[in-house]
């Protein structure tokens, strides 16, 4: 017999994502936000708004360099995302709040090092099996001590201020992260019964921590994800569908016999009659937000600025008024495509423990957005939770990062020495 016919080389899975030329627009659309505040006035200082705006888009330049140059990294769609969302956030509250821009811009950094610290974590699923009992703990712990010892803002106990309100710290945001790498850790690794036990407790004792905080929307945030990850490990959406029938019929009976938590979700649908009371952010979102058009008024031009937590509880409303309805829908779109991402990479992650954390992470952050925007437009009740790397506070902007580590970790091609497996 003669020589075997060469096989038909492998055609990639996809091609690698040009980031000089995303990263350049990248750039182009920032420098142009921070020149629109320039000429708007919006900063008192100029000297923070060139210095901020440099800070930041050096940071995105170097971990580029680094990952993409000098390691040759591939697949940064993940970052290039985030980046982007993030530039987006910064840029409203250095418009917006002058004085806490350089806080914001630590807590990006601080965020981006959290997500280098989690890549390098998750690398090793033995590390991430032997960390899962002590997070479980400290997570538990982070929420028990901010019920015992924590502030009530804006009605819900979940935060912990620190020297007569020069650091806030919102610990729930954090234990996001430990949700996802507990859950998904657990599932993947179940050895017994026993091992599933502690997880459900686990679940349990970080939603009902966070009903006796009054932070409902977070709480319907976790038990969202636990969903998630559940049905990604059994498959039986029986089991699923009594799982959230209970919990409907555990929300009926505290809105039944705990009349105050009803109460705050009384201008529900109702906004329009409680105008000028609790749902005076609401009605004014409505309005400033359509004025935006489809290529928006400008950066520091918006009404919605001057309306209570506009950076925060409001951040989608700010982004339609000020940025314009075709970026308010990108910013949409891109959860909507991590979702997507990670869906496409599930089967030939390294691991299941890859694929629940990344489906698992990516759902949460969708999620959460979906609980912002219908929240704020009347269209679900009013949570008041934050639309994730847009709205102010430095507590989500690391949670977000460190969610997004998930969800770049499924790739293969994220650690050079997988990628070189798989090539083989």
Not at 35 to 62: D, H, K, M, P, R
Not at 252 to 276: C, D, N
Not at 308 to 313: G, Q, S
Request: charged content about 15%; proline content about 2%; hydrophobic content about 50%.
């Amino acid at each position: 017999m003669g020589k075997n016919k060469t096989s038909k080389k492998r055609k990639p899975l996809r091609k690698p994502v040009k980031w000089p030329f995303w990263l350049f627009l990248m750039t182009i659309f920032q420098l142009v936000c921070m020149l629109q505040i320039y000429i708007n006035g919006t900063q008192e200082s100029n000297t923070t708004l060139f210095t901020v705006y440099g800070v930041y888009i050096a940071a995105e330049w170097i971990y580029f360099a680094v990952f993409g140059g000098f390691l040759r990294r591939k697949s940064f769609e993940v970052e290039l995302i985030a980046f982007f969302l993030t530039g987006i956030g910064l840029t409203l509250t250095t418009s917006v709040y002058p004085d806490k821009t350089y806080t914001q811009l630590i807590a990006v950094l601080m965020g981006i090092g959290v997500f280098i610290v989690m890549l390098w974590i998750l690398s090793d699923t033995k590390r991430v099996i032997k960390l899962r009992m002590p997070v479980a703990i400290l997570a538990i712990a982070a929420l028990v001590f901010t019920l015992i010892f924590g502030d009530e803002i804006n009605g819900a106990k979940n935060w912990i201020v620190i020297g007569d309100g020069l650091l806030s710290v919102q610990p729930s945001e954090i234990v996001k992260i430990a949700f996802v790498f507990v859950g998904a850790a657990t599932l993947e690794h179940l050895q017994s019964t026993r091992s599933l036990t502690k997880y459900i407790l686990f679940a349990v004792g970080c939603v009902g921590l966070l009903f006796l905080m009054k932070d409902f929307g977070t709480a319907l945030i976790f038990f969202f994800t636990f969903i998630i990850m559940a049905f990604l490990r059994s498959g039986d959406i029986k089991t699923i569908f009594l799982v959230c029938a209970g919990a409907l019929l555990g929300g009926i009976g505290i809105l039944t016999f705990k009349p105050y938590v009803a109460k705050r979700f009384e201008s529900y649908r109702h906004i329009w009659e409680y105008a000028s009371s609790s749902g005076y952010q609401q009605v004014r979102l409505l309005i400033y937000s359509v004025s935006g058009g489809l290529f928006g008024l400008g950066i520091g031009n918006g009404k919605l600025r001057s309306v209570y937590a506009a950076t925060e509880d409001l951040a989608f409303g700010m982004v339609c008024e000020e940025f314009g309805i075709i970026i308010a829908f990108t910013v949409l779109l891109t959860f909507v495509a991590l979702v997507v991402y990670s869906i496409r990479y599930a089967s030939a992650a390294r691991s299941t423990f890859y694929s629940i954390a990344a489906l698992a992470a990516s759902g949460l952050l969708l999620f959460q957005a979906a609980l912002h925007v219908f929240g704020v437009t009347d269209l679900l009740p009013w949570t008041g939770v934050t639309l994730p790397f847009i709205s102010r506070g430095g507590s989500s902007m690391m949670c977000c990062w460190g969610l997004v580590a998930f969800i770049k970790a499924i790739d293969v091609k994220t650690y050079k020495r997988y990628d070189k497996i798989a090539r083989t």
